[in-house]
């Protein structure tokens, strides 16, 4: 790798990892990184905040290419806001296991997480235009990360969320019935 920052190294090598679907060792991670093995615990505390950190760093990436590609402007405000927040709970179904791994290995540890952030953002700032109200609006913010919440207790309790909310989503067509219900609670 050319790269001078071996942090960065560390991150990208554990990015091709994942995109491989695999899990590496901590030697292969160094290996591949061109680092000493010390290195991995320097820079961050071990190999599962690594990985973490690397699959919150896939999950912005794709955030950002789902956003430039599905969210265009020809649509209304309205139907932004149905589609991305359709996007974000079929990935917490549909990928639960991912989804939760992240939640348990970055937020769980009290680190930053970005693409739930960059989510939020999203949802709220889609939230304020639906409402006609500016963006850092404490209320926008609010129904936004209630909205998240909601998908996140999604891909966390994946197996029994029909059980302990109610809530049929079995199927894409009663994942998407949820979904509306969940803006329409929210008043959107």
């Given at each position: 790798m050319s790269n001078d920052d071996p942090k960065k190294r560390l991150m990208t090598?554990?990015?091709?990892?994942?995109?491989q679907g695999q899990t590496p060792t901590v030697r292969e991670l160094a290996?591949?990184?061109?680092?000493?093995?010390?290195?991995?615990?320097?820079y961050?505390?071990?190999?599962?905040?690594?990985?973490?950190?690397?699959?919150?760093?896939?999950?912005?990436?794709?955030?950002?290419?789902?956003f430039e590609s599905a969210l265009d402007d020809s649509l209304s405000i309205r139907d932004q806001l149905i589609k991305l927040t359709h996007f974000l709970a079929r990935v917490h179904h549909n990928y639960s296991k991912i989804a939760r791994l992240q939640l348990t290995l970055v937020a769980f540890k009290d680190l930053p997480e970005k693409a739930t952030s960059l989510a939020i953002k999203k949802l709220a700032e889609l939230i304020a235009?639906?409402?006609?109200?500016?963006?850092?609006?404490?209320?926008?913010?609010?129904?936004?990360?209630t909205l998240m919440a909601s998908l996140h207790y999604l891909s966390i309790f994946h197996h029994q969320y029909h059980e302990m909310t109610g809530q049929d989503v079995s199927s894409p067509e009663a994942l998407e019935a949820h979904t509306m219900r969940l803006l329409e609670t929210l008043g959107l």
């Open positions: 090598a554990a990015m091709a990892f994942l995109q290996a591949k990184a061109d680092v000493n093995i010390a290195s991995i615990n320097y961050f505390n071990g190999k599962d905040n690594l990985i973490a950190q690397a699959l919150d760093e896939a999950a912005v990436q794709d955030l950002e290419r789902w235009r639906r409402l006609f109200l500016p963006p850092e609006t404490p209320v926008c913010m609010l129904k936004a990360s």
